[in-house]
């Protein structure tokens, strides 16, 4: 199984337009300069969305993230959530989308004078791109299998997992560490060896009628992952936010992974070992208990 990001394709998705700095674009023309800040510096931050049910899912909660992270770059994202709301609108309501989308919303510090690193050789306008594409995630059949790499999550002060940052090469590194070992995704450990995440989801495992999960010091500062805790907590499932080891992990009955994009998505092996439930009897209750979550959302949500 390729990850928990995998699709199943669609031709749609060929004709598709994309949104760009306030105009509406076919996706062979959609560029960007090889001067944009995003392109030569990863400067810049994103979100992904889902659109369920003629509503994106849980869009207040993206929105809030988005310009948190983006003041926490001092980046000007130049319009306010009204208006990058009817952005959103825009490029759906333009491809006819209701249904089996998500959304990759991105904001760098635009065109710079220069290719550096120096923010005050930015422009001053920031590039807007929106991409929706039909895209629904591939059967996992049984689950993921992990392998727990070299690479660690870092602290806010070295590089700050829970910003949502367009640069991503510490996880592709992670990923390429553990599809080399045969693995789908790559579990992180933090600084300390503990259990942090995986390269794009967040990671949770059970034993004995339990889910634990990260503290959240290290790991992505998951929307899915938050509504996966407070479900656990609604629902009368044990659960324990901390610290743990990978020989936990490992020694777990079941193990879940959360994102944006696929919900929850089991895990079937961790290092070479099979988990002995896969999916198991927690992932599926959660797995349906967000399933009602992603409804109810949708039927109360205003149409962006």
């Not at 009817?86 to 635009?110: E, F, S, Y």
């Not at 998951?222 to 907590?233: F, K, P, S, V």
């Amino acid at each position: 199984m390729p990850g928990s990001q995998d699709y199943a394709a669609d031709p749609r998705n060929d004709t598709i337009l994309v949104y760009l700095n306030g105009g509406l674009v076919p996706r062979r023309e959609a560029k960007v300069s090889i001067f944009d800040a995003g392109f030569s510096m990863g400067d810049g931050v994103w979100e992904g969305l889902r659109l369920h049910k003629g509503r994106l899912l849980f869009l207040d909660a993206h929105l809030d993230r988005l310009f948190a992270g983006a003041r926490a770059i001092g980046l000007d994202i130049g319009m306010d959530r009204a208006h990058l709301t009817a952005a959103l609108a825009r490029t759906l309501d333009a491809n006819a989308m209701t249904d089996g989308v998500h959304v990759r919303l991105m904001v760098t510090r635009g065109l710079k004078a220069t290719v550096s690193q120096d923010p005050r050789n930015a422009l001053g306008a920031p590039t807007v791109a929106i991409v929706a594409e039909h895209k629904t995630p591939r059967p996992g059949g049984a689950g993921l299998r992990l392998a727990t790499v070299a690479v660690r999550c870092t602290p806010a002060e070295m590089f700050d997992m829970r910003l949502n940052s367009h640069s991503r090469l510490n996880l592709i590194t992670a990923l390429l560490e553990a599809i080399e070992a045969g693995a789908d995704e790559a579990l992180m450990l933090d600084p300390h060896g503990l259990v942090s995440s995986c390269n794009a989801t967040n990671f949770f495992f059970a034993r004995g009628g339990t889910v634990f999960t990260s503290a959240g010091d290290y790991c992505f500062n998951g929307i899915t992952r938050g509504h996966a805790i407070d479900l656990c907590r609604a629902n009368a499932i044990p659960i324990e936010l901390g610290g743990f080891g990978p020989d936990e992990a490992r020694g777990a009955d079941e193990a879940f992974v959360t994102g944006t994009m696929a919900g929850i998505t089991p895990v079937r092996e961790i290092d070479g070992r099979a988990l002995p439930q896969a999916p198991g009897q927690i992932t599926r209750r959660l797995q349906t208990l967000y399933a009602v979550l992603k409804d109810a959302d949708a039927a109360g949500a205003a149409r962006p």
